[in-house]
């Protein structure tokens, strides 16, 4: 059998493709690192006026890719719209700033002249979740292409389709050669693909059981990484919050791609005295949604992107159950006689550390509230976590909690009356558990490059 691509929301296959043999991959391999050979040598106006191709076509096929989207892993047709054009967005970015951030920066030292100069390094690979199939992607390429690094990308198998419509935008675009690639394959393979001498670095976003994985051989053979892993990103809403607004807020952050999201909020510490409102508010936000086909241009939640991770969703909120949770919406498998991974929007009460929810993360469309005594103990109870990535918390006065997002959160993103998202110009990524590296901004261009000393006597 080969890779399956197979539609969530009635179970069928969608397409099966062959899968790529050893002697494939390692062709194609070869393939860009013959291309990266000329590639490292082209100017940053010609790069970006590829990249604003690429930008140009994304727009241009949008419906057309969010549709896939929703095919092949379940995405309402508006996040998926949505997501395409996020990826148009960064490709413009990096078009524009590449350059400037990646410019010579002369030190003065006793040589006649010295400098610092960003050098590519050749061929990346990325391995990349179903989750968001075509963002998680272009936020490692436009900056590796604007660099003059090429890429190879090791796809969920789920979202080959994705996989091979992004590399048709790259080839149309109008990037000569093999800047980039898709291999066909199973995670069974990646080794070998990390051990090829032509393989440079590597990134991943995955959990932290794959992240520690691939760290460990790339590791073994000098390679760089970049780790963006799980996370039980805390919302902390304070005494003084506006309730409202943060019970917006926090539902669309919990039931974002379907609730399958690294920094979907996932752990919502909420101060005692206004828990039960809150909660309230929060409840109304959750059961609402339309849920239905994500082809659908009204579905607001779609299936999850398979029936085994939705079976095993519901074995976490059983067991969280079993463990003295409560569980105030949701909780169960609709639709059982049919063919598809629909999960209800759930939310648990009465969760306490030891809990799964207040361990582990839970991806998917389940929330976990937890109460805190006063704003010292929400601080405590979000930062009692072996994860680091992203956090937010909710109060009407902003100095507190801006001090807090600065100076008291553990994790690499702390917003402010906001859902953690992942914006073009800022650097994405966490810390602990959650992975090392950033991704995005000036600080995601210079993960992939040689930092090089250049000195004149």
């Known amino acids: 059998m080969g890779i399956l691509s197979v539609n969530p929301f009635n179970g069928e296959v969608i397409k099966e493709y062959k899968e790529d043999t050893v002697q494939e991959i390692q062709a194609k391999i070869a393939a860009v690192h013959q291309t990266w050979c000329v590639y490292q040598d082209t100017d940053y106006k010609s790069r970006a006026a590829l990249l604003l191709n690429v930008a140009g076509l994304l727009e ?125 394959c199973s995670s069974n393979a990646v080794a070998k693909v990390i051990e090829n001498p032509l393989i440079k670095a590597v990134t991943i976003t995955g959990s932290t059981n794959a992240g520690k994985k691939v760290a460990e051989q790339a590791g073994s053979l000098l390679k760089k990484t970049v780790l963006e892993l799980g996370g039980s990103d805390p919302y902390l809403v304070l005494a003084d919050a506006d309730l409202a607004e943060a019970a917006r807020i926090c ?29 309230r508010l929060f409840k109304y936000h959750m059961e609402y949604r339309i849920t239905g086909d994500p082809l659908k241009e009204d579905t607001d939640l779609g299936p999850m992107a398979r029936a085994d991770l939705r079976d095993e969703l519901h074995q976490q909120v059983l067991k969280c159950i079993k463990q003295g949770a409560s569980c105030i919406l949701g909780g169960e498998i609709p639709f059982a006689d049919r ?36 704003t ?9 976590t072996s994860f680091g990535l992203g956090a937010a918390v909710f109060s009407r006065d902003l100095e507190l909690a ?16 906001e859902g953690v998202k992942s914006d073009p110009a800022l650097p994405f990524g966490g810390i602990n558990q959650s992975g090392y590296g950033r991704e995005l901004g000036m600080f995601g261009i210079h993960e992939f490059v040689n930092i090089k000393t250049v000195y004149i006597k």
């Open 251 to 279: 539902a669309d952050a919990r039931l974002i791609n379907n609730g399958q999201s690294c920094i979907a909020a996932k752990r919502f510490i909420v101060v005692k005295e206004v828990e039960e409102e809150f909660t």
């Open 60 to 184: 241009e096929r949008k419906d057309q890719l969010a549709s896939l989207m929703a095919l092949e892993m379940g995405k309402p047709l508006r996040q998926g719209a949505a997501e395409v054009l996020k990826c148009a967005s960064v490709c413009k970015y990096y078009a524009e700033n590449a350059e400037r951030f990646l410019a010579d920066q002369y030190v003065e030292t006793e040589a006649a002249k010295s400098y610092v100069s960003m050098r590519p390094i050749g061929v990346v690979l990325a391995i990349m979740p179903w989750n968001f199939p075509f963002w998680q992607v272009f936020r490692f390429l436009s900056p590796a292409l604007m660099a003059g690094n090429c890429g190879v990308l090791k796809h969920s198998s789920g979202v080959t389709g994705c996989a091979l419509a992004i590399e048709a935008v790259i080839k149309d675009a109008g990037f000569e050669g093999d800047v980039f690639k898709v291999l066909i």
């Open 402 to 417: 801006e001090d807090i997002a600065r100076n008291k959160l553990a994790a690499g993103s702390c917003f402010v009356n």
């Open 339 to 374: 063919e598809h991974a629909f999960y209800q929007p759930t939310i648990l009460t009465n969760i306490k550390k030891g809990m799964l929810a207040y361990d582990e993360e839970i991806f998917g469309p389940v929330a976990a509230i937890i109460s805190a005594e006063d």
């Open 376 to 384: 010292n103990d929400a601080l405590r109870i979000a930062n009692d």
